[in-house]
């Protein structure tokens, strides 16, 4: 019995491990919020910040720094496309200016915003705890006439709706073809650069260097050019 509940217990204390050690920064875009927009949404700047949210959405929706956020059951979650998929953000990486939403622009507020200024950020201290807060520390000061300006909506993805919407393996090229914003946050940068952009596939190994076949206008004049060499020949 002792020898059973000490293999329990090494169990449980690596298992809480691994999950915080995946709570940690941006997770794997694919997580599934619920969330099915048949077309790309209207957007609203919040005036006097870089962000975007989006008033006839159910739903705690915005966009910051060239990604959509959304706050939804304690979690907040980013993606690169509007409907995403959606990759888990830890509280202690949110960027700053997604915490700094005012209330008043969630159109789906948690039961513990009740009572919160609405022209102010929710208190995420009070809500994520002191431990957040010291991590966090200032999250919440900042100079009103320094914030940066908004990015660039991705327009783009209007066309991308219903079945045309693309697959997941697709998105990285359409997005890097059509959106040539580069994030300002580091975080976002960091999740940007690692599932919206397709990185150039790799050279394989005995590949580099090999000749490429000509094209057909570089053939014909490749094949013209050696029926004047042998014209030379005979004439000589």
């Known amino acids: 019995m002792r020898y059973a509940l000490i293999v329990l217990s090494v169990l449980f204390w690596s298992s809480t491990s691994a999950l915080a050690q995946v709570s940690v920064g941006i997770g794997l875009p694919g997580v599934s ?3 099915n927009l048949p077309v790309y949404p209207e957007f609203v700047r919040v005036p ?3 962000v975007y949210y989006a008033p006839r ?5 915005f966009f910051y720094d060239g990604m959509y956020w959304v706050y939804q059951s304690d979690n907040w979650y980013a993606s690169s496309w509007y409907n995403g998929p959606w990759g888990l953000v830890a509280p202690e990486v949110v960027p700053l200016f997604v915490l700094r939403i005012p209330v008043r622009y969630y159109r789906d507020p948690p039961a513990y915003f009740r009572g919160w200024r609405s022209d102010a950020a929710p208190r995420w201290g ?3 705890g002191n431990q957040w807060e010291q991590r966090r520390s200032g999250w919440d000061r900042w100079d009103r006439r320094s914030a940066p300006a908004p990015a660039p909506l991705p327009r783009y993805q209007r066309q991308y709706s219903g079945d045309r919407y693309p697959r997941v393996e697709q998105q990285p090229a359409l997005h890097g073809q059509n959106y040539r914003f580069q994030p300002r946050d580091t975080v976002v940068r960091q999740h940007y650069h690692e599932h919206a952009v397709q990185r150039p596939a ?9 000749p490429q076949e000509p094209r057909r206008g570089q ?12 014209g030379q020949e005979r004439r000589r």
Not at 57 to 61: D, E, K, V
Not at 202 to 210: E, L
Not at 219 to 230: P, S, V, Y
């Open 57 to 61: 959405l159910n739903s705690n929706y």
């Open 202 to 210: 790799p050279v394989r190994r005995g590949q580099q260097g090999a």
């Open 126 to 128: 009070e809500h994520w």
């Open 48 to 50: 006097g910040y870089p």
């Open 33 to 35: 919020i619920g969330i």
């Open 219 to 230: 053939a014909q004049g490749k094949d013209r050019e050696r029926g004047e060499e042998r």
